[in-house]
């Protein structure tokens, strides 16, 4: 709502047929329902579409982080050789031998090649984790950024302090 001072005083509907108070401290009425219709509305400019976009960019990165979090792989227990047989007569056919092929070296090579596993998925994890950290602060970059979008100002032909007369 314009007041004569140069500035526009955001309202809402709720406060029709009430008063407001300006920040150069005079009191206006705020217009009926009716007339708050031929109002200027307030539009979203570059500022608040670049705050929207670093939240929501800031949101999803966290929300990535936490499901990998939570999807951390764990490191393996010490396996005996006794509990290594156990499993091992459970299995299929096809997957005694893939357990055969890869335990070929022996079976002091068996605890090696899943602490390998284990390192490579523990790596991977922390690189997407990596990535989801550079896009929350890119999102929040995005966000501060809006801080050096310059203000608008007032329409042209109109100054932004009271007019003296001459």
């Keep these: ?5 140069g500035r526009k005083n955001p ?6 047929g009430q ?28 500022r608040q579409g670049l705050v929207l976009l ?8 966290a ?3 936490l499901g990998l979090y939570l999807k951390r792989p764990t490191p393996p227990e010490p396996t005996s050789l006794e509990r290594v047989i ?3 007569e459970k299995l299929s ?11 070929k070296g022996g079976l002091e090579s068996g605890p090696q090649i899943i602490k390998q596993e284990y390192t490579k998925k523990r790596d991977a994890h922390y690189r997407w ?6 896009i929350g602060v890119l999102g929040v970059a995005c966000a501060a950024s809006s801080l050096l979008v310059p203000k608008p100002g007032p329409p042209r032909g109109e100054s932004r302090g009271r007019r003296l007369r001459a």
Excluded at 11 to 16: D, K, L
Excluded at 129 to 134: E, F, T
Aim: glycine share 6%.
């Design 1 to 5: 709502m314009p007041c004569p001072c």
């Design 54 to 61: 670093g939240m929501l960019v800031t949101v999803v990165a």
């Design 19 to 46: 008063s407001i108070q300006c920040a150069c401290g005079r009191r206006l009425d705020v217009p009926t329902m009716l007339e708050i219709r031929s109002l200027e509305r307030v539009a979203w400019g570059i």
């Design 93 to 103: 056919l096809l997957q005694t031998f893939w357990v055969w092929d890869r335990l």
């Design 63 to 65: 929300c990535v982080a």
């Design 129 to 134: 984790m990596g990535v989801a950290a550079v």
């Design 11 to 16: 309202i809402e509907i709720a406060q029709s």
């Design 86 to 88: 156990a499993d091992t």
